[in-house]
T-cell receptor, first 115, second 111 residues
Framework: DAGVIQSPRHEVTEMGQEVTLRCKPISGHNSLFWYRQTMMRGLELLIYFNNNVPIDDSGMPEDRFSAKMPNASFSTLKIQPSEPRDSAVYFC?????????????FGDGTRLSIL | DAKTTQPPSMDCAEGRAANLPCNHSTISGNEYVYWYRQIHSQGPQYIIHGLKNNETNEMASLIITEDRKSSTLILPHATLRDTAVYYCIVPHTGANSKLTFGKGITLSVRP
């Protein structure tokens, strides 16, 4: 079975550029989560969707970050303009529902470096 | 999330059981205990979860104390591939199921 698919796996770009990260959740899953991991802050939740609707974006660091989920099989996380402090590994995860007892399945992440 | 406390690291010999402890003394009656792990350069991986009864699956066993204030994840026969950071998480029940990852415990399996 295909797991959560993220692209690209690696992204290196200069500060000020727009960055778009992509995620395809597991088919049939109706919750999608975006996380960011850095050495300093660990793994932190940025935003999550349920049935394509953003439920909680309190973890989004600032207005430069935006996330969309136009349909059940695709989501994007966009950073515009990017800054060096945005360098991190970004993970997408999906689960079958947002109720209790449902594990989240993570992708392999996008390693983002902003120069 | 209910606060969880894990030691920073531990090691065990390959083939032996690895017992990873977690304290969650402020857990509420309807909150589950989840365990995830993260192998280097990979995304977190779900291992197991439980409410009050002990649970077992193909990866591990979860032992929850009767007062639910602590739990132990058991990897019965650790292999080198089990070297990872293991996270014990108790998310709030209710309107969302956000996971808050702490620092976890780094398990090193030695040959």
């Amino acid at each position: 079975d295909a797991g959560v698919i993220q692209s690209p796996r690696h992204e290196v770009t200069e500060m000020g550029q727009e960055v778009t990260l992509r995620c395809k959740p597991i088919s049939g899953h109706n919750s999608l989560f975006w996380y960011r991991q850095t050495m300093m802050r660990g793994l932190e939740l940025l935003i999550y969707f349920n049935n394509n609707v953003p439920i909680d974006d309190s973890g989004m660091p600032e207005d430069r970050f935006s996330a969309k989920m136009p349909n059940a099989s695709f989501s994007t996380l966009k950073i515009q303009p990017s800054e060096p402090r945005d360098s991190a590994v970004y993970f997408c995860a999906s689960s079958i529902s947002r109720g209790i007892g449902q594990p989240q399945h993570f992708g392999d992440g996008t390693r983002l470096s902003i120069l | 999330d209910a606060k969880t406390t894990q030691p920073p690291s531990m090691d065990c010999a390959e083939g032996r059981a690895a017992n990873l402890p977690c304290n969650h003394s402020t857990i509420s009656g309807n909150e589950y205990v989840y365990w995830y792990r993260q192998i280097h350069s990979q995304g977190p991986q779900y291992i197991i979860h439980g409410l009050k009864n002990n649970e077992t699956n193909e990866m591990a066993s979860l032992i929850i104390t009767e007062d639910r204030k602590s739990s132990t994840l058991i990897l019965p026969h650790a292999t080198l591939r089990d070297t990872a950071v293991y996270y014990c998480i108790v998310p709030h029940t209710g309107a969302n199921s956000k996971l808050t990852f702490g620092k976890g415990i780094t398990l090193s399996v030695r040959p």
